[in-house]
């Protein structure tokens, strides 16, 4: 088996590579992994590295040559460093990825392509309920190019070119050293700012709601979308994935109680802007995710600990 994972250095791609390593199904495959700095710390004699920028014809073609089983889209420019450099962020979330789906095609090997999307597709408009079929509006940059090449995956799946998976991910946490750019950088940042003893502002209201799920869940299911048998899919390829809507002073409450020797204090100083796009996520239905077996990380206890790294520790020394 060959396996491709492009953002392979990234929070969700390092990790997707040390689960993809260590998993007894890809123990005879083959890794071939890409992004802009990337080196190659496992000493693993099953690892190609690929380093340079995915834009480049010749680095594209160097990732795809050959025989592909499995494909990982995970590279991408995010949210505000998106809507920041609208140029940067066509060549990377639109005309890379849509150069890398045709080279796909031209294997006629018809690959199994796991495409990193996002709850992004829906934008702030308010829903009483989001499902697979609510419409999708999306006002920011990101959310815009990842409908795209959601549409391209689905006609290219649908004409049997690839075998595409699209996942819409919700909030992954906790990020470290999340982009201050990301307007939803704050879901990461409490984290770090509980662990550490400082004090934090939070641009969201206590009562705000927002989708969630670890680092560990979006790798599970990065993974399960991969072995998934394509009878099991049918037609539509692009789904949300299961994640808990959690109240943010019940998250803020969770960190404090996981870490409950930090003299952290929480302050909410809402941004009606980022409340409206991140904190106001009504209720979510994920039937076609759910009947395929995704799965979140079941309570808000088992999500915080999944999400602190293991090296995170309180002032007082509780992990």
């Known amino acids: 088996m060959r396996v491709v994972v492009t953002g392979a250095g990234g929070y969700v791609g390092s990790s997707l590579v040390r ?20 080196m190659d710390t496992s000493n693993d004699p099953r690892v190609r590295v690929v380093q340079g920028d995915l834009c480049d014809p010749d680095i594209q073609q160097a990732l795809i040559s050959g025989r592909v089983d499995v494909f990982f889209h995970l590279a991408g420019v995010l949210g505000g460093a ?26 006629s090997t ?3 392509v796991v495409f990193a999307s996002s709850i992004a597709v829906y934008g702030p408009r308010q829903h009483d309920r989001i499902d697979d079929d609510t419409p999708t509006d999306p006002v920011m940059v990101y959310g815009a190019q990842k409908l795209i090449c959601e549409v391209a995956l689905q006609q290219f799946t649908a004409r049997g070119w690839i075998d595409g998976v699209a996942l819409r991910l919700p909030g992954i946490v906790a990020r470290p050293g ?39 869940a979006c790798v599970d299911a990065l993974i399960h979308a991969a072995i998934l048998p394509n009878q099991r899919l049918g037609e539509r390829r692009a789904f949300n994935l299961p994640a808990q809507r959690v109240m943010i002073g019940a998250l ?32 979510l239905d994920t039937r076609i995710a759910d009947e395929l077996g995704f799965r979140h990380d079941g309570d808000l206890a088992t999500l915080v600990e999944r999400a602190f790294p293991a090296d995170v520790v309180s002032p007082l020394g509780s992990t």
């Open 252 to 283: 803020v409450a969770a960190i404090k109680a996981r870490l409950p020797d930090s003299p952290s204090q929480i302050r909410y100083e809402p941004d009606p802007a980022i409340q409206a796009q991140f904190a106001r996520q009504p209720p």
């Open 178 to 216: 999340a982009d201050a750019r990301l307007k939803s950088a704050f879901l990461n940042q409490v984290f770090f700012a509980v662990a550490a003893g400082e004090d934090f502002g939070m641009p969201v209201s206590a009562d705000g709601t927002s989708w969630l799920i670890s680092i560990q």
């Open 19 to 38: 689960a993809l390593l260590n998993s007894p199904l890809y123990a005879h495959a083959e890794f071939s992994l890409n992004d802009r700095d990337l």
């Open 82 to 107: 998106a809507e920041a450099n609208y140029a940067l962020a066509r060549r990377v979330n639109i005309d890379a990825t849509l150069s890398l789906f045709e080279r796909l095609r031209d294997l």
């Open 110 to 112: 018809n690959p199994r």
